[in-house]
């Protein structure tokens, strides 16, 4: 495997991607042209796996480990020339899976060491990304001080970065508004007296269809059902069966995590990586997926 590298790189929305390319042209930025890529990220236990497939230029296997932070950050990658993308992507998917498909229009300039970036992301929109790679054995500092100046002259605001990959945010996107409106209307209808915490739940099945349910408490305490075990009922009395995305939503202070046992039940029914949206009446307040809030669970291909 080729040696680990380092990238000293920062990554922000671009909320006017022209004006951005004549800073970056005025810098003294040369301008290499447009790239369409297509990355595909791998479900793989720890780190990341993408595999890159370019036009113009070649595929590559790329494996990091990046911190998420939203000032300047450090990543540590690994590449791979790939010389039959094809055949890798179906292998990789077979063995452990494909978490998200990430496309991209990418112009890219180069100023001295660092890589500029002008992204249009389908389904996110336009971003800035600067990298420096780090020469071995830099302490750092030099790039951090390229990818400084680059920034100013760019004038990329500290309220336009953003933490975390393309793939994070793809995952994350803005869940569907019609389930969002459903999950409302049923935490608006849930019958809760007794712990008086209302939540709504619903599910988008993979061919399009909405499901939605509410908690529905009881005297005899142990009866109760939470929201996301009324939404999937509801669901398999649809005929739905392949959930591609969950809201759940409770009109209080506290976030409502889904409990443990719901949980296990979106595991009969959805995929590791669907977002699972935890919502109030006013906003979105945590895009999740099972694959973080139940790992190293049982489903029914264990079974099979
Ligand atoms: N509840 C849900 O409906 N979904 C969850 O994920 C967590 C909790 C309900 C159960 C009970 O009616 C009330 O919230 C307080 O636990």
Redesign the pocket.
């Known amino acids: 495997m080729s040696a680990a590298r380092r990238n000293v790189e920062i990554k922000a929305v671009d909320p006017d991607p022209a004006r951005t390319l004549e800073r970056a042209l005025a810098l003294g930025a040369s301008d290499q042209g447009v790239i369409a890529q297509r990355d595909t990220y791998f479900a793989v236990p720890t780190g990341r796996l993408k595999l890159r497939e370019q036009e113009p230029g070649g595929a590559e296997l790329i494996a990091y480990e990046r911190p998420d932070e939203v000032t300047v950050r450090v990543s540590a990658y690994r590449l791979v020339p790939v010389a039959h993308p094809g055949e890798l992507r179906a292998a990789l998917e077979a063995a452990a899976g494909i978490r998200v498909v990430v496309a991209k229009q990418r112009r890219l300039l180069l100023w001295r060491t660092v890589r500029i970036h002008l992204d249009d992301v389908e389904g996110l929109g336009p971003f800035v990304e600067l990298e420096a790679v780090a020469d071995a054995g830099s302490d750092l500092s030099g790039e951090r001080g390229l990818v400084a100046h680059v920034r100013a002259a760019l004038a990329i605001e500290d309220a336009a970065l953003r933490e975390g990959s393309y793939a994070d945010a793809a995952i994350a996107a803005a869940p569907d508004p019609d389930l969002l409106a459903l999950a409302r209307e049923a935490a608006g209808r849930a019958y809760?007296p007794y712990?008086g915490?209302p939540?709504g739940?619903a599910v988008r099945t993979a061919d399009g269809r909405r499901f939605a349910g509410a908690?529905v408490?009881n005297a005899a305490y142990p009866q109760?059902q939470?929201?996301?075990a009324s939404a999937l009922g509801a669901m398999v009395a649809g005929g739905g069966s392949d959930v591609a995305e969950v809201v759940?939503v409770s009109p209080g202070r506290e976030l409502?995590?889904?409990?443990g046992g719901?949980r296990q039940r979106l595991r009969e029914f959805m995929p590791a990586d669907a977002p699972i949206h935890l919502a109030d009446l006013e906003r979105v307040r945590y895009t999740t997926t099972l694959r973080a809030l139940l790992p190293l669970s049982l489903g029914p291909e264990s079974l099979a």
Do not use: D, H, R, T
Request: charged share 10%.
């Open positions: 809760a712990s915490f939540v739940a908690n408490e109760g939470c929201a996301e759940v409502c995590a889904p409990c719901c």
